[in-house]
């Protein structure tokens, strides 16, 4: 599927409580930079209780229940620090899980033709449009070869699992580096592709559990366009930069604390 400027796309983000602090810089970058899109779609968390204030892009705020949809288990997380250090995690708490299935399920948020999928801790700081996530109109997804000691390959079990065979590919790059923009077609595919192989729908997929798989959404859903269906998408390995689009998005760390960083931040927002 190609995009055009009579494409409809929308800002889509999952946020919950623990982005308080974030979600205005978020939202501001947002409303000053964003071009072009028809809305941002804020998904939350019941009780969240926040002020949203856009100016310059509607936005369209929905609440959802993780405990309502059965996400109460709380699994130890294999996780990776600041250092690159692998180490087991105190539990993340289900709503880790639970944003992974929300973005998966964006085509029952949004009636949009596509939408770019951003986290609450990534800030604009220029001018940005639907168009700047594609190549001329086509969508894209980067990937990486894994090098020894990667932090990422604590997700490359869950993407062996789903394609049954062995993978040498991130597909889960940080922004900007992949745009992360869901064409609703190739998103549709990968929950068919789910319910394929697995029976589940992608609410049930991603509920975690202690013994099952730590799952990684973009790690599936790029596996999936790589080796099973493209959707129109043009693969490109992060070493080759070609025709890769500059798009004016920094992301942050949440689980480090935003107050170092009001300054940088302030900064990129303000100029």
Known sequence: MR???ESVVDLFIKTWS????????????HSRYARDFRQLVLITDKDFDFEASVTNIPIKIIETDPIEAGYTENPPFRGVTRQGKITEKSPRGPGYYW??????SWPEYSDADAVVILDTDVIAWDKFCAM???MNGQPYWRTQPYKTNDN????????????GESVCKNYMLKYPDNPYLFTREATI??????????????????R????????????????????INRHGYIIVDFDTFIGVPDIPLKQYWSWGGLEPLFEDIDQMIQS
């Open 3 to 5: 995009l055009d400027t």
């Open 18 to 29: 623990g982005d308080a602090k974030w979600l205005p810089y978020c939202l501001a970058g």
């Open 99 to 104: 944003q992974q299935a929300v973005k998966m």
């Open 132 to 134: 700047d996530f594609t």
């Open 152 to 163: 990422d390959l604590i997700w490359k079990n869950c993407v062996e699992s789903f394609l």
């Open 189 to 206: 595919g990968f929950a068919a592709q789910i319910r394929e192989r697995y029976d589940l729908s992608i609410i049930d997929f991603f």
């Open 208 to 227: 975690p559990t202690s013994d099952g798989l730590r799952l990684s959404e973009f790690s599936l859903f790029g596996a999936y366009l790589d080796r």
